[in-house]
């Protein structure tokens, strides 16, 4: 049936038979804008215990290691990472691939040449680098301010070492939640391992670049972040006149095909119809593949198949919204291109492709043979059916239509109170001591015949010059250590060794809010659980230390005496804390271990501690805390109490009575 799209505001007729074009198009403006688009105990009977019964109360700095190798003044980007972006057709080179040494598959052609008429861009240009607590029962309160210079075009370039392993809502959104100044990121993209993107406000490149070594990721590294200032912007330089869309348009209604839904872009800068206008369009540019994308969108939402070959294209971040404006696209020719690495292609996976063609791009030579070159596209597009050309056999998979998300967490699991307070009050005892200073007194929570191991993530970096380094030379993590002497040696033996090995650690104090815990097996005669939470080291020799850690402990107790736990066997897991961990550490503050729970009081202070203890439920020392934080006036300090037991920041110990 033949169909018809009218643009009523333009006057512009596309037919999908026959197509016409008529009359002037008016322009429309584009606006870049950023997309916030990882044992089990021998039996003990018989042995002793002293059992743990004893009732008590419950910013270290070092240069994150430095990641990658580029040259450069006080850690910044050698000299080429400080030239400015040309306009965009410039070959990227990736030195992993380029200087293999390996033979190489090149599937379905003759090797690929480097060859040609040269970039499509004259325009190249350059632009001069440059160099660039605790929480209380109180509200936070929090200011900020920051300067910095203009150059000459106002703007400046933002890198990101490494960021490529970053996902891009997750980076922009750290970064705007630390920044003290809202910014627009402009032209977001990925060149090798680094990000880039713009910034055209002098204070927010200098909050920016205050920003660096204060973002840390889930691996424990610090994030880096380097500010230069720039030129233009590629984007703003090669930009398409307005009167030069109406032409644009008229091109591709030529070009297109309505019975097949198939438009043909093959080297569309020779087009007579451009050349004739002196109108370049080069779609590895980002304007000029955006507005191909608009022309698409507006006009032939329904195109099928897209042909893109022989454009230059080096990379396809500006592809990435046919996802979700060209959904029934199934056929893509990106053939005889400057594709450099297969991971290009991660930017299209939400295509539902059937025919693919990549030949005569440099990727394909990075491939030994033909079935590991198949095997990668098809990671990407489980539904190929023809690569360049050759039929594949069909895949096999599950078509998997709904999608799945990740369920929320829904804290501890005790299983019963009776255990859930068994726990509760061994945590208490145990991290009041663990925390004083003087960890001695744990030999009374140890089997004699007890157990411990301490383990770090592997890593192939250096760890002395990660923040876990003084971990890491105890880590028994059995990814790294292979040698099964030395395995024997890091496991600590016998309660003497467990606690000597503990009081060698770094003192520290932990989140007590934080904990989760999760029980994982209880009979008449073992206990064994799991608890999670958040810590950080405290002064040490004078030194403060601002390292925020998270770990993962699992305990195997067995009873001891009238309701109390003795430790067989304790594995300590310990990594760097992420940026949102760090963020909601530490909101409600932990009670200072002490001897007696109720230093001295006044009669009217004691006659209020017994009433607000009575009305909130909490325990004596949990109550004085929150009154003396609030002046002893009993109804802010009420008032504050219920707003943090509605957002849950009162760990369950603050009501162990």
């Known amino acids: 049936m033949e169909r018809k799209m009218k643009d009523k505001e333009d006057g512009l007729v596309w037919d999908h038979g026959d197509l016409m074009v008529r009359r002037e198009v008016r322009s429309s403006d584009y606006m870049i804008q950023g997309e916030h688009d990882d044992r089990t105990a021998p039996q003990f009977r018989g042995r002793k215990t002293r059992g743990f019964y004893k009732s008590r109360a419950y910013d270290r700095s070092r240069r994150d290691r430095q990641r990658g190798n580029q040259s450069g003044g006080f850690g910044g980007p050698g000299p080429r990472s400080r030239l400015e972006d040309t306009d965009g057709d410039v070959t990227m080179s990736d030195n992993s691939q380029d200087n293999s040494s390996q033979h190489r598959f090149k599937p379905y052609g003759r090797p690929f040449r480097k060859g040609g008429d040269g970039r499509f861009d004259k325009d190249r240009r350059q632009g001069k680098g440059g160099r660039g607590g605790g929480g209380n ?13 203009r150059n000459r075009s106002g703007w400046y370039k933002v890198t990101i070492p490494h960021g490529r392993k970053y996902d891009k809502k997750w980076l922009l959104t750290a970064l705007q939640n630390i920044c003290p100044i809202p910014f627009t990121p402009v032209q977001y993209h990925v060149d090798h391992n680094r990000v880039h993107f713009y910034v055209d406000d002098s204070s927010a490149s200098t909050a920016l670049h205050k920003c660096s070594h204060k973002i840390t990721d889930t691996d424990g590294y610090k994030v880096e972040v380097h500010v230069n200032p720039s030129g233009l912007p590629s984007f703003l330089l090669a930009d398409l006149k307005p009167e030069h869309l109406e032409h644009l348009k008229q091109c591709m209604a030529k070009r297109f095909d309505g019975s097949q839904q198939a438009l043909d872009l093959n080297n569309i800068r020779t087009d007579p119809d451009l050349v004739s206008q002196n109108i370049e369009v080069i779609l590895n540019r980002k304007t000029n593949m955006e507005a191909v994308i608009k022309v698409i969108e507006e006009n032939i939402p329904e195109l099928t198949c897209l042909n893109l070959s022989n454009n230059r294209i080096h990379k396809l971040d500006e592809l990435t919204d046919l996802v979700s404006k060209v959904p029934h696209l199934n056929t893509l020719n990106l053939s005889h291109n400057e594709l450099k690495s297969d991971r290009e292609l991660d930017k299209l996976k939400g295509l539902k492709l059937v025919e693919l063609w990549l030949n005569r791009n440099p990727l394909c030579d990075l491939f030994k043979d033909q079935a590991s070159y198949i095997s990668a596209v098809r990671q990407r597009f489980p539904r190929l059916l023809k690569l ?24 501890s699991c005790f299983g019963s109170d009776e255990i859930k307070a068994l726990i509760l009050r061994f945590l208490q005892q145990y991290y009041s001591i663990y925390d004083s200073g003087n960890r001695q007194p744990l030999l009374d929570a140890y089997h004699d015949g007890a157990s411990l191991s301490l383990t770090t993530p592997y890593s192939t970096q250096n760890p002395s010059r990660s923040s876990l380094g003084e971990y890491h030379k105890d880590s028994r993590n059995l990814k790294r250590i292979k040698d099964s002497t030395i395995r024997y040696r890091l496991l600590k033996h016998t309660r003497l060794n467990v606690v000597a090995f503990l009081n060698e650690l770094p003192k520290t104090q932990h989140d007590i809010a934080s904990f989760t815990v999760d029980v994982n097996t209880y009979t008449n005669t073992l206990l064994s659980f799991t608890i999670s939470g958040i810590f950080k080291e405290v002064v040490v020799d004078g ?31 310990i990594r760097m804390a992420t940026t949102e961990e760090i963020r909601r550490a530490f909101v409600a503050p932990a009670p200072t271990p002490s001897s007696s729970p109720v230093p001295t009081l006044t009669a009217p202070q004691q006659e209020m501690l017994a009433a607000f203890s009575q009305m909130s439920g909490m325990n004596l020392e949990w109550s004085q805390k929150c009154l003396q934080d609030n002046e002893w006036v009993f109804n802010r300090a009420a008032d504050i109490f219920t707003q943090l037991k509605t957002d849950g920041k009162i760990p369950d110990v603050a009501f162990i009575k």
């Open 137 to 149: 029962f109180r509200g936070d309160r929090s200011g900020g301010s920051n300067g910095g210079g």
């Open 388 to 411: 360049d050309g050759n039929d594949l056999p069909p895949p096999i998979g599950f078509d998997v239509e709904t999608p799945t998300t990740i369920p929320p967490c829904k804290g």
């Open 543 to 573: 030194k403060s230390r601002e390292s925020t850690m998270a770990f993962s402990r699992v305990f195997i107790t067995v009873p001891v005496g009238n309701n109390g736990l003795g430790i067989v066997n304790d594995q300590l897991f």
